[in-house]
């Protein structure tokens, strides 16, 4: 049997077992159990002193690694299998997304108060990002990389005026860095406009920015799990909800069996969120299909554990595909059994919502709010955008945002 220490904002909190079988299991520490302050790991994983099988911890911690493609590149490297969970935890696992750091039996990961990191000359950041596709998470032979999970290749580390550092030994990053994508030209300034038109409506965002290394642009963004006081990191513990709905990984769009709008909403009130982080659910829903995000799945919604009561995260992930020919232009959730953009009214946005019970008033006015503030912003946004990060994207998502507008008779 192999084993991984968990620990939950730099505390002993349980162990990953890997069995003589090759099985999964997970079982919280004894002395954590006794705290009285003792958080739960997943909402799906109460205390308990009983160990938690496979079948119930799979998702949760397949969730923490990267999706799809850049996990089979990722184990293509380290010579492991991408169903290996357990092997890229213990390689990946020492910063992950939450709270959340694997460290081998008898190692401790390194805390806020001692930190570790590699700075990188600005020759060696522009390598190491230009090198992502082959080296995903920067993985080589002096730095394992970070989990991240997502589709997505992109490097976790630290920016600090404008530099890289790369944290050590399970030392807390703060940053996401995205190259922009070969098959999806302008995805840096597309997610980075997508992004500043969310907070320019209102919602809690994100910060990001675009920043150069090597002369090439890159879409940098803060992570919404860590919070600095005083020049101190500390992790903030979050899930998504694939995780807490126990969806794996690789079946995180709905018509792969992954959630529902309609499962996403009882899920929040499951988890008695506030009204409010509700009704912000609705507002989002509606505004990614106005910028006309495709990719707005079960992944790209998180809650956030500052107490014992969960919050719904900050908006993170929203980038307008349907401006791309070679991605179809479907919702990752469907709206009253329709997938596609064109098909989508507010209607029969009205009706999903329904089936999770929540009155039609309260999604009527959702629409209206967010259609009217994204009309409102957008001319002063694109303005923004031209002058600070020049790029034809924009009027690219500017025609598509009235076209769907319109949709909702609200253009």
């Known amino acids: 049997m192999e084993s991984l220490d968990i620990y939950l904002r730099n505390r002993l909190a349980g162990r990953?077992?890997?069995?003589?079988?090759?099985?999964?299991?997970?079982?919280?520490?004894?002395g954590y159990l006794a705290l009285p302050d003792a958080a739960v790991l997943s909402s799906t994983l109460p205390l308990s002193e009983e160990p938690y099988v496979e079948r119930d911890i799979?998702?949760?911690?397949?969730?923490?690694?990267?999706?799809?493609?850049?996990?089979?590149?990722i184990a293509e490297i380290l010579n492991l299998t991408p169903e290996d969970t357990f092997g890229l935890l213990r390689i990946l696992g020492g910063d992950c997304a939450g709270a959340v750091s694997f460290q081998v039996p008898g190692r401790r990961p390194n805390g806020a108060t001692k930190p570790r990191y590699r700075a990188l000359s600005d020759s060696e950041a522009a390598n190491l990002l230009r090198d992502l596709a082959n080296r995903p998470l920067g993985i080589d032979g002096n730095f394992r990389g970070i989990s991240g999970a997502g589709a997505q290749d992109k490097l976790i580390a630290c920016v600090v005026e404008g530099k890289i550092l790369l944290p050590l030994d399970g030392t807390?990053?703060?940053?996401?860095?995205?190259?922009?994508?070969?098959?999806?030209?302008?995805?840096?300034?597309?997610?980075?406009?997508?992004?500043?038109?969310?907070?320019?409506?209102?919602?809690?965002?994100a910060p990001c920015d675009i920043v150069e290394f090597g002369g090439e642009p890159y879409y940098v963004t803060a992570r919404y799990d860590r919070q600095i006081e005083?020049?101190?990191?500390t992790r903030l513990h979050q899930e998504d909800f694939c995780q807490l709905l126990k969806c794996r990984p690789e079946i995180k769009y709905q018509d792969q069996g992954g959630?529902?709008?309609?499962?996403?909403?009882?899920?929040m009130k499951s988890l008695r969120l506030p009204v409010a982080d509700l009704v912000s659910f609705i507002d989002r829903i509606v505004f990614n299909f106005i910028v006309g995000n495709g990719d707005a799945h079960g992944k790209n919604f998180s809650v956030l554990y500052r107490g014992r009561r969960p919050r719904l995260a900050p908006v993170y992930d929203v980038l307008s595909t349907t401006v791309?020919?070679?991605?179809?232009?479907?919702?990752?959730?469907?709206?009253?059994?329709?997938?596609?953009?064109?098909?989508?009214s507010a209607a029969k946005i009205v009706r999903t919502f329904a089936r999770a019970e929540i009155g039609d008033k309260v999604v009527a006015d959702a629409i209206a709010r967010i259609s009217s503030a994204v009309?409102?912003?957008?001319?002063?946004?694109?303005?923004?955008?031209?002058?600070?990060?020049?790029?034809?994207?924009?009027?690219d998502i500017a025609q598509g945002i009235h076209r769907r507008l319109r949709q909702l008779n609200f253009d």
């Open 16 to 30: 990953l077992d890997r069995l003589d079988n090759g099985a999964l299991s997970f079982c919280y520490d004894a």
């Open 58 to 73: 799979a998702a949760f911690f397949s969730n923490l690694l990267p999706d799809e493609g850049v996990r089979r590149r």
């Open 172 to 205: 807390p990053s703060t940053h996401i860095i995205k190259p922009d994508l070969a098959r999806f030209p302008q995805s840096v300034f597309n997610e980075w406009f997508c992004m500043k038109l969310s907070a320019a409506c209102g919602f809690d965002t």
């Open 230 to 233: 005083n020049g101190v990191v």
């Open 259 to 267: 959630p529902s709008i309609v499962d996403c909403a009882r899920l």
């Open 324 to 344: 791309y020919p070679a991605i179809a232009r479907r919702m990752a959730m469907k709206f009253d059994g329709k997938f596609e953009f064109r098909w989508i």
């Open 375 to 395: 009309r409102s912003h957008l001319p002063d946004m694109l303005d923004m955008a031209e002058a600070e990060h020049p790029s034809p994207v924009y009027h």
